[in-house]
């Protein structure tokens, strides 16, 4: 069974600019979260989408944005970059009634320069 | 209130040696505890997990002890390997939320 995917592996951008990343769940999976890891803020948690909606979001500001859709796969965005952006973006993925066991993926490395 | 603190920081132990992580919550309304594992380049992996109706729960080698009343939980690695060398996770979640509070990591070493 393949796992979380996510794509680019790494991302370089400049101040200002638009980030989008890609994540594709477990199969079967239907909710999607993202988590920021960043050096010495540890993990924390961005958005959680499941069947297409936002259901959840962590305490970042509206330019930190995303979708899931209907095959289950989900982007996030980030408008406006700024140098405190750059971390590792994590996505992750949960079915059903083991909703509480979430997978991550290797993650996409953003760096804002 | 949504805190999940983590200690040590980091830990070096000899092969065969038992590291143990502790963490502890703040919000009563917690009600899974997992712990992740992340490899250098890697996403962090699910290990073991523990609700609060149990004290302790073993999968193979990891064993997490939980203490409702003090709101504390704590990862043991038995035999540990110098494959286990890694940084470790604490979590907590509710259900309703979805969302994993992350403690700060510990850096395990285990030295051959």
């Known amino acids: 069974e393949a796992g979380v995917t996510q794509s680019p592996t790494h991302l370089i951008k400049t101040r200002g600019q638009q980030a989008t990343l890609r994540c594709s769940p477990i199969?079967?999976?239907?909710?999607v979260y993202w988590y920021q890891q960043a050096l010495g803020l540890g993990l924390q948690f961005l958005l959680w989408y499941d069947e297409g909606e936002e259901r959840n979001r962590g305490n970042f500001p509206p330019r930190f944005s995303g979708r899931q859709f209907p095959n289950y796969s989900s982007e996030l965005n980030v408008n406006a970059l700024e140098l405190e952006d750059s971390a590792l973006y994590l996505c992750?993925?949960?079915?059903?009634?083991?909703?509480?066991?979430?997978?991550f993926g290797p993650g996409t490395r953003l760096t804002v320069l | 209130q949504q805190q999940v603190k983590q200690s040590p920081q980091s830990l070096i132990v000899q092969k065969g040696g038992i590291p143990i992580i502790n963490c502890a919550y703040e919000?009563?309304?917690?009600?899974?505890f997992p712990w992740y594992q992340q490899f250098p380049g890697k996403g962090p992996a699910l290990l073991i997990a523990i609700r609060p109706d149990v004290s302790e729960k073993k999968e193979g080698r990891f064993t997490i002890s939980f203490n409702k009343s003090a709101k504390q939980f704590s990862l043991h690695i038995m035999d540990s390997q110098p494959g286990d060398s890694a940084t470790y996770f604490c979590?907590?979640?509710?259900?309703?939320?979805?969302?994993?509070?992350f403690g700060s990591g510990t850096q395990l070493t285990v030295l051959p």
């Open positions: 199969s079967g999976h239907t909710s």
């Open positions: 992750a993925s949960s079915w059903g009634v083991s909703y509480n066991e979430q997978f």
């Open positions: 979590a907590s979640q509710t259900g309703s939320a979805r969302q994993l509070t």
């Open positions: 919000n009563t309304a917690f009600d899974y």
